[in-house]
Each structure stands twice: as C-alpha cells, then as structure tokens.
C-alpha cells in the first residue's frame, strides 16, 4: 500500500457514530488482526436488508436508523457468546461478521432474522428481506478485504426472493460473471466491426434436396470464434440479444437479394426470433420493411419462433403470425416437444411449419413409447396442415424412420454442419447448377 495512503487508513474512524459498531476501516483492521493471531478457518458474512429504503421513504429516516441501532445491538449480545467473532456496519444496512466456520449455523441465523424482522413493524409492512453473502477463507491467504468483496459478491448473486436468502461465493461464479462482463465489454466493438457472422445449415426434402437453410449466428473475435452457447445466454441476460438477432436477419435477407437470379434463387432461409425481441422491435414492420428495401419477395424468409415463447407471448404471437402469413412469410414453430403444453398448443397453431425438438426426435430412438408419440404427434400435425421440419439429425436410421411417419423437411450433421456463408454457396451453387 502507498505510504501516505497507508497513514490515512492508519488513521481512520474505527467506529460507525450511528451504532457503535466497527466501521468498515476497524472491521477490516481488527478481523485481520484475529485472524493473524488466532489461525483458524473462518467466515466471512455481510448481511443486506432487501428494499430497506423503501423503510427510509415511507416512515423516515429516524426509524430506519432506530432499526439499524437494533440490529447491532442484536448483533452485540451474539457476540457475547463467543469473543472469536468480530462484527461491524460497514455501510449503508450492510452489516458484517467474521466468525470461526465450525459456528455457521444456517437454521439459526434464519430464526434469528426472521424474529427481528418480526420485531419491527415497518420491516413487516414493508416486506423487508434478509439476505446473506458468505465466503469461506477454506486457508486461502486473501485478505479481509477481499474476502470481504467476495462475500459482497455471493449477496449480489442471489436471485430468490425469499423472506431469509443465503449466497456462498463460488470461483466458479466469480469466473461466469467476469466472463459476462468481458463479453459484454466487447459487443460494441463487434457490432462495429461486423464480427457477428451467418453461418447456413442446410435443410432438405424427403428426396435429400436442398430447399432451404437456417441462419444461425457465430461471433468471429480476434481471439477465435465463439460458438452461440458461450454467448447467447449473456447476451439475453443483459437484454442485447435483440441487436444480434437484428444482425442476422439483415445479414439473411441481403444474402436472399444477392440469391435472385442465380441456380440458388429457389432456396429460403430460416431466421430465429428470441422472446426479447417482442419487446423491442414491431416484428411485422421490421420483416416486411427488411424485405421490401432489399426487393426480397416474403416467401424466401421464414420466421422461426420457439414454443417456449409461444407460450410466454401466446396473444401477441397468434396475431403475428397471421399477420406474417398474410403478407407471404413462411412461420414456423422451433423446439416443438420442448415443453409440456405441446399437444394443446396444437389446437391454437396459424403456423404453416412445425420444427420438432431435437431432445424430442432422439428420445424416439430409445423405446417404444417414445416412439408412439412421436409416431402418433407427426400424424395430428400432418391432420391439422402443418409442415414437419426435424433437426438434430445425426444418423441415417435417424432419417429413414422419420420419412416413414410423416416429416417432410429434415436438418442435420448428417447432412451437414452449420456452415460459412461463402462455403455454403460455393456447395450448393454448384450442386444446383448441375
């Protein structure tokens, strides 16, 4: 530490003037004194009262404060009982505690939360939730501070909204959320620089001819490709998918332009649609709108939307759909099996194509059950006018059993992998051109 910086931390309040507690400057001082000269494995907790300052608007600040005094002096009489501990508010209702690990008691530390919440009105009212990070020094040698930081990440972490909440900081999720935010950091750039890519793969018919292909997004980075698992999620999570998708649908539509008038003309492309983008774009303006700029006729783009946001969006997707299939869009319905309103969702499908899950179509290969499901769902769609795509195929057996009941379109490493824009025009220009 920088030397002057180190006279001032030296010199720092120890002791938070609202509840006599340790400050965050005498907590970190004292708790890594405790544990220089008494090694042993401790834990470290910081607490956080969940929408406390909502107690601060409603009934003032002096009843949050007479509620923080409470709870440190709560804290005092714990204390009492074992001289090991060291405890102290280190900001805000953030409350901190360094305690010998063989204590933790989990059930205890939530009765003793749920009696104080009790005890306070205003906690009850307004609905205040206990929360706790915890870190466990497991003989690392980081610091209390840092050990600090990591208990303040595990109560960041937690997502449940329950009245007593735990978090256990992880280097696992220490790593995922770093990477979260590396990806993150690096989308502007990629949108600027076009690293987001279309790769095709190939859908063909009963006969194995090409008719079509889906468009599927990789991210070319300096560093190497990364495939969409590593960055789809994240990029749904921090609500940005919506640009990506955007990307690809233009990237597709100005591919069909550059398709007219070549043995590749007849071939449409598939482009998926995330839930997000319901909320950000009106999806038949921005369809109909891509294809008129590019003099794409609409029966070359089909739209691809998941089950999973059928059901999520199911009175605003039905209207969409009509609407696109009334302008000469192809629909289709992705992951169908996927979830366990498949059958009813049926009944209420405008959709022309139904794009069976691959986790549907492989636990057919299983037993016989499955297959009488399969079997008997590909007959009803059939009986109801719908299309059957199937993806995932990755064996002939495969193919040859799903010709026999019904499906029509098929997509697969069998038939090929997800592809290069360019190297899947120069195969397929020269197998139809021949």
């Known amino acids: 530490m920088d030397t002057n910086l180190q006279v001032i931390y030296d010199n720092a309040p120890m002791h938070d003037p609202l509840t006599g507690l340790l400050n965050y400057y005498g907590f970190i001082k004292l708790a890594q004194r405790r544990i220089d000269q008494h090694p042993h494995h401790y834990s470290i907790i910081v607490t956080n009262l969940k929408d406390f300052n909502l107690v601060n608007q409603i009934y003032g600040n002096h009843v949050a404060d007479h509620i923080l005094i409470a709870f440190g002096q709560a804290l005092r009489k714990i204390a009492t009982v074992d001289k090991s501990i060291v405890y102290g508010r280190i900001s805000a209702d953030h409350f901190v505690v360094l305690y010998p690990t063989s204590m933790f008691q989990k059930d205890r530390i939530r009765e003793f939360a749920e009696h104080f919440t009790k005890s306070s009105e205003a906690l009850e009212i307004m609905n205040v939730h206990f929360q706790f990070g915890r870190y466990d020094f497991k003989g690392s040698h980081d610091s209390v501070a840092v050990g600090c930081d990591k208990a303040f990440f595990a109560l960041r972490s937690i997502k449940r909204q329950g009245i007593v909440e735990f978090g256990n900081y992880s280097d696992h999720d220490l790593d995922v959320t770093l990477r979260m935010k590396n990806i993150l950091s690096m989308m502007n750039i990629a949108l600027k620089k076009k690293e987001f890519k279309m790769y095709l793969q190939p859908q063909v018919d009963i006969q194995g001819n090409l008719v079509s292909a889906e468009a599927l997004v990789r991210w070319q980075t300096p560093f190497g490709m990364l495939m969409p698992y590593e960055f789809i999620s994240i990029l749904e999570k921090a609500h940005r998918i919506h640009e990506v998708d955007y990307l690809i649908w233009k990237q597709a539509v100005e591919t069909l332009a550059r398709w007219q008038h070549t043995p590749l003309a007849s071939i449409s492309i598939s482009v998926n649609v995330s839930p997000l983008d319901f909320h950000y774009f009106d999806l038949y303006d921005v369809f109909t709108s891509l294809c008129e700029e590019a003099h794409v006729p609409t029966n070359k783009l089909n739209i691809e939307i998941t089950e999973q946001c059928m059901m999520d969006n199911l009175h605003e997707v039905i209207p969409l759909i009509n609407r696109l299939k009334q302008a000469g869009f192809t629909t289709e319905i992705d992951d169908f099996g996927s979830g366990y309103s498949s059958l ?62 019904g499906c029509h379109i098929f997509q697969g490493y069998y038939y090929s992998k997800p592809i290069p824009l360019d190297e899947f025009e120069h195969k397929y220009h020269l197998q139809t051109s021949a």
Do not use: W
Request: proline share 2%; aromatic share 4%; charged share 25%.
């Open 344 to 405: 009813n969702l049926l009944r209420e499908l405008p959709a022309d194509m139904i794009k069976l899950d691959r986790e549907f179509i492989n636990t057919a290969t299983i037993g016989q059950a499955a297959k009488i499901v399969l079997r008997n769902t590909c007959h009803m769609i059939n009986e109801l006018g719908h299309g059957i795509i199937c993806e995932g195929i990755e064996q002939i057996e495969q193919a040859i059993y799903l010709k026999s009941i």
